[in-house]
C-alpha cells in the first residue's frame, strides 16, 4: 500500500489556501485597526482572538456538518467550495474599507469573514483521512502541513511587493489581498477539477470496510470492557501528566501567539520599520520550522520527546529574550527568528503526540480535542492581555511577555511524568513533517 503523493497534493490546496488567508490577517488587520481606526490594542487584542472564540463552536459544528452531507460533489467539496467564494468577495472589502477609513463597513465585513472562513476549515482538513487509508494518514498529514506553510510562505512573500503606500498616506492593502484571492481561488479550482470526492471516498471506505470484516472477530474476542473514556478513564498520576502537557500547550501558544499576531505593530512602532520587514521576519521563522521538521524528528527519536520540547522551550524564550533588546532593526534579527522557527519545530513536532500517547487506542479523538481546545483558549487569551500591556505600558512588554510565557511552560512540561517516549526514527524524511494542524 503506498500514498498517492499527487492526489495528497491536490487535496492540500484547500489548507494552502487557508494558511495563505490566516497568515494575511494576522499581519495585516492588526496593522489597520492601529493606523487607520486608531484602536487601543487592548480592543484589538479582543477583535484578534474573535476567530479563536468562534473556532471552539464553528469547527466541530461544521466538521459535524459535513460528516452527514451528501451531494454530487461530495461532503467536504461543497463547504469548501463554498466558504472559499464567500471568503473571497468578503475579505476584498477590507481593504476598501480601510482605504475609505469605513469603520462600520470594516467590522461588519471582518466579521462576516471570520465565519466563512470558520464554514470550511474542518471540512477541508477532514477531506484528506477521507481519500487516504489509515495506515497511510501520517505522510498524508505531513504533506497537508507542507502546502499550508507554502501557503503562508507565499503570502508574506507577496507583502514584501505588494504593498504600497496609497493615497491616504497610509499602507494600501488592496494588491495583496487580491493576491491571496486569487490564489484561494486557483486553489479551490484545481482541488474541484483534480478531486472526485465521493468515487474516492468510496474506494476508501470499501478498502477499510473489507479490512474490518477479516479482523472483527479477534478484535472483539480481545478488546477489554471500556466503561469509561476520556479523561476519567485514567489513572490519578496520568490525569497530572495530561493537566501538566496541556497546561504547558497554553503557555507557549500565549507566548508564540503573542509575538506573531501584534509583530507588524510591534515593528512599527518599537523599530520604526513597515510590514515587509516584519513578514520577511515572519517567513524566515517559518522556513526555519520548515526545514528542522526532519532534524526534530531524528532527534526526538534518540533523546525523547519531553527533552526534546524542553530544549525547544528554551531556544524559544532565548530567542524572544534577546530579541527584546533590540531598539532597531538589524540583520541579525533574521538569524534570530530563524531560530524561533526551529524551537517552534521542537516544541510543535512533539507535543500533540505527547496527548495522544497518554490516550487510549479508542481515544485519540477525545484527546486530540483537548490538545486543541487548550490551544484555542490560549490564543483567545493572549492577545487581550498581552494587548492590555501594549496599550498602557508599551510596546517593549512583548517579547518579555512571550519570553515569560514560554519560560513558565518549561516549569510544567518538567513536571510531566507520563507521554513521553522515544519515538521510531521517520520511515521516510516526508514523516518527519506531520506535526498536526497548528
Not at 484547500?14 to 494575511?24: E, G, R, T, V, Y
Not at 464554514?119 to 498524508?140: E, F, H, I, N
Not at 474541484?192 to 476508501?204: A, D, G, P, Q, V
Not at 532597531?328 to 531560530?339: C, E, G, K, S, W
Request: glycine share 8%.
Amino acid at each position: 500500500m503506498k500514498l498517492n503523493y499527487k492526489r495528497t497534493i491536490l487535496v492540500g490546496f484547500a489548507f494552502l489556501s487557508i494558511c495563505a488567508f490566516w497568515q494575511m490577517y494576522d499581519s495585516v488587520v492588526p496593522l489597520v485597526l492601529k493606523n487607520t481606526f486608531h484602536m487601543r490594542d487592548d480592543i484589538a487584542g479582543v477583535i484578534m482572538a474573535l476567530d479563536n472564540v468562534l473556532a471552539l463552536f464553528m469547527l466541530p459544528f461544521f466538521g459535524k456538518l459535513s460528516d452527514r452531507c451528501h451531494t454530487k460533489l461530495g461532503k467536504r467539496i461543497p463547504f469548501i467550495l463554498g466558504g472559499t467564494a464567500v471568503s473571497v468577495v468578503l475579505m476584498n472589502l477590507l481593504p476598501y474599507a480601510d482605504n475609505q477609513s469605513n469603520f462600520l463597513l470594516f467590522i461588519i465585513a471582518l466579521g462576516a469573514l471570520l465565519i466563512a472562513m470558520g464554514t470550511y476549515r474542518s471540512p477541508a482538513v477532514a477531506l484528506m483521512p477521507d481519500v487516504t487509508p489509515k495506515p497511510l494518514r501520517s505522510k498524508g498529514n505531513a504533506i497537508i502541513n507542507l502546502m499550508g506553510a507554502l501557503g503562508g510562505v507565499y503570502t508574506l512573500a507577496v507583502t514584501g511587493f505588494a504593498v504600497h503606500i496609497g493615497s491616504t498616506g497610509r499602507n494600501d492593502y488592496t494588491t495583496l489581498f487580491l493576491s491571496v484571492s486569487l490564489l484561494m481561488v486557483a486553489a479551490v479550482v484545481v482541488l474541484l477539477c483534480c478531486i472526485r470526492e465521493n468515487k474516492l471516498s468510496k474506494e476508501i471506505s470499501d478498502m477499510e470496510a473489507a479490512e474490518a470484516a477479516a479482523t472483527a472477530a479477534p478484535a472483539a474476542e480481545s478488546a477489554p470492557h471500556k466503561s469509561e473514556s476520556g479523561f476519567r478513564s485514567l489513572e490519578p498520576s496520568l490525569r497530572k501528566s495530561l493537566l501538566l502537557i496541556l497546561c504547558s500547550v497554553s503557555l507557549w501558544f500565549m507566548g508564540y501567539n503573542a509575538v506573531t499576531t501584534a509583530f507588524t505593530k510591534y515593528v512599527s512602532v518599537q523599530w520604526g520599520y513597515d510590514i515587509k520587514s516584519a513578514s520577511l521576519c515572519l517567513m524566515v521563522a517559518t522556513v526555519g520550522a520548515v526545514i528542522s521538521y526532519l532534524p526534530v524528528g531524528m532527534l526526538s527519536s534518540k533523546f525523547g520527546r519531553k527533552r526534546m520540547i524542553q530544549v525547544g522551550v528554551l531556544l524559544l524564550a532565548l530567542c524572544f529574550g534577546i530579541a527584546g533588546f533590540f531598539t532597531t532593526f538589524h540583520p541579525a534579527v533574521y538569524v534570530v527568528f530563524a531560530l524561533v522557527g526551529a524551537a517552534w519545530a521542537l516544541i510543535n513536532v512533539n507535543s500533540y503526540p505527547m496527548v495522544v500517547e497518554i490516550s487510549k487506542s479508542g481515544d485519540i479523538g477525545k484527546f486530540t480535542g483537548y490538545y486543541y481546545t487548550f490551544s484555542m483558549a490560549a490564543q483567545i487569551v493572549t492577545p487581550i492581555l498581552s494587548g492590555i500591556l501594549l496599550e498602557n505600558v508599551g510596546y517593549y512588554t512583548l517579547m518579555p511577555y512571550a519570553t515569560i510565557m514560554v519560560l513558565l511552560s518549561f516549569v510544567t512540561i518538567s513536571l510531566t511524568k507520563h507521554g513521553d517516549n522515544r519515538p521510531e526514527p521517520p520511515k521516510s524524511k516526508l514523516e518527519a513533517f506531520d506535526v498536526g494542524d497548528d
